[in-house]
């Protein structure tokens, strides 16, 4: 079974507890409070795993939770930080959120990507010993996880994609000219998912051609396999239109082309104008007295190129293949999907229930919010970016301005949950 679309639901560890402990030694009475922070959580990270092009393997494993990070304990003793949790997936493979749809990130390269940051340790209580308050009875708890709810989509990196309607040879092709062996056979439907392979055409360079199951005429209203696999070519550069042109089943490749081109458009009217190369096969069992100039008179309107070939003795197949890569070079990279997820916006959108406070005492502004408990357990303000971050996001989510309408200005301090900075317009 093929599986490219999935729904999974992640968190990251949650922020180990900090300790309230006291010294104790022998001969020290009253030693000062050593309570150690705790860890952080775990992060989860997706990573690219090249060696496969399936996502079967989150079909009964749904949840994925990062571990916590261990509580402080006595002697300063910081918290073990929970482990962060690596999910594998095909590359091409697209995060998107569940909920909304929107792209989070697009598995295209080799990097690894923090999905869910894990939450802050808690800081013991040896943080909280002033002058005034030598014997701290408290620590901070660790911040929770991030959770998210996503949706996985597999679209397969291909440059070159292979369509037409079942039985036209598209297996064939790709077996002849790559190392991936497909599934051939002479009835319909051989295919019953994409197929990818790699062609070289020199020592380093080469492209990589998907071949996915055939099309019908109605492919876009479900019939046949429906139209749910041109997801793997939504991003090929050039596809390769195949038709049967010996009419050994007593198929008009002219109509062929129409109906392929008609489906094409119902799914994406982008993709139906990605650039064709019409492949016309089996000519080893072309009658020599066949009429192909209709044929040829229709694919010259429409300004397509056209190659003759025959997968069954390989006739042709070489100069395809160098007019493929010649056409390759002179078009635009792989599509790769621009992230359409911003964390900051995800924080600062107007939620219902959400409720900012402010409360002033004296020169100083606090801060209050359940939204900000949650931020604030998950940025470090010690990290620049991080801290552009926060920074971003109570300006987006209207913290500053409600600041101002609230009388603070300039040289004001600001108290967002113990993190103090001086309010600058
Ligand atoms: N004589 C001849 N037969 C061919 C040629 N190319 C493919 N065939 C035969 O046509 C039949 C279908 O080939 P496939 O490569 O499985 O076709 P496909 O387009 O991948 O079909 P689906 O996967 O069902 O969509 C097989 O029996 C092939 O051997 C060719 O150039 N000449
Ligand atoms: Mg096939």
């Known amino acids: 079974m093929f599986i490219d679309i999935v729904k999974i639901s992640v968190k990251a560890g949650d922020g180990g507890n900090g300790a309230v402990s006291f010294r104790r030694e022998k001969y ?5 409070p050593d309570g150690g922070d705790g860890g952080r959580g775990g992060n989860i990270v997706f990573s690219v795993d090249q060696g496969s092009n399936t996502l079967l393997a989150f079909r009964y494993k749904r949840k994925f939770v990062a571990a916590n990070g261990l509580p402080g304990g006595g002697a300063k003793f910081h918290g073990a930080n929970g ?4 999910i594998k997936v095909p590359a091409g493979t697209l995060i998107k959120d569940a909920e909304t749809g929107k792209i989070i990130k697009d598995m295209s390269d080799d990097q690894p990507f923090i999905c869910c940051h894990g939450g802050r340790g808690g800081w013991g209580n040896r943080h909280f010993a002033t002058p005034t308050r030598q014997v701290p009875m408290f620590a901070k708890q660790g911040a929770a996880g991030e959770a998210k709810e996503l949706q996985l989509e597999l679209k397969m990196l291909a440059d070159v ?4 309607f079942p039985n036209v040879g598209k297996s064939s092709i790709l077996s002849r000219i790559s190392s991936a062996r497909p599934k051939i056979a002479d ?6 998912s994409p197929n990818l392979g790699v062609v070289k055409t020199g020592e380093e360079s080469g492209f990589v051609t998907a071949d996915i199951p055939g099309l019908i005429e109605g492919a876009a209203d479900g019939a046949g396999l429906g139209h749910a696999f041109l997801r793997h070519i939504d991003r090929c550069r050039l596809l390769l239109h195949v038709v049967d042109v010996s009419g050994i089943e007593g198929r008009d490749p002219i109509d062929d082309i129409v109906k392929i081109n008609t489906e094409l458009k119902k799914y994406s009217e982008e993709l139906s104008s990605r650039p064709q190369i019409i492949v016309a096969n089996k000519t080893d069992i072309l009658s020599p007295d066949a009429d192909l100039s209709a044929f040829e ?3 010259d309107e429409n300004g397509w190129e056209l190659i003759y070939v025959s997968a069954a003795t390989g006739d042709g197949l070489e100069r395809l293949v160098h007019l493929v890569s010649e056409r390759l070079k002179l078009l635009p990279p792989i ?4 992230s359409e997820y911003s964390p900051e916006d995800e924080y600062a959108r ?3 229930g959400r409720i900012t406070t402010v409360r002033r005492e004296n020169d100083t502004f606090y801060v209050e919010g359940e939204w900000l408990v949650n931020l604030m357990g998950q940025v470090n303000l010690d990290d620049y970016e991080s801290l552009a971050f926060f920074q971003r996001v109570i300006q987006k989510a209207g913290v500053i301005d409600l600041l101002e309408k609230k009388g603070c200005i300039d040289g004001c301090t600001v108290n967002i949950y113990d993190f103090e900075f001086d309010f600058v317009k």
């Open 161 to 164: 994609g292979l369509i037409g």
């Open 28 to 32: 020290v009475s009253h030693g000062g």
């Open 350 to 352: 107007s939620d219902e």
């Open 297 to 299: 008179n229709f694919i």
């Open 83 to 86: 482990q962060d949790l690596i």
């Open 335 to 338: 599509t790769v999907y621009e």
């Open 187 to 192: 009835y319909h439907f051989t295919t019953l």
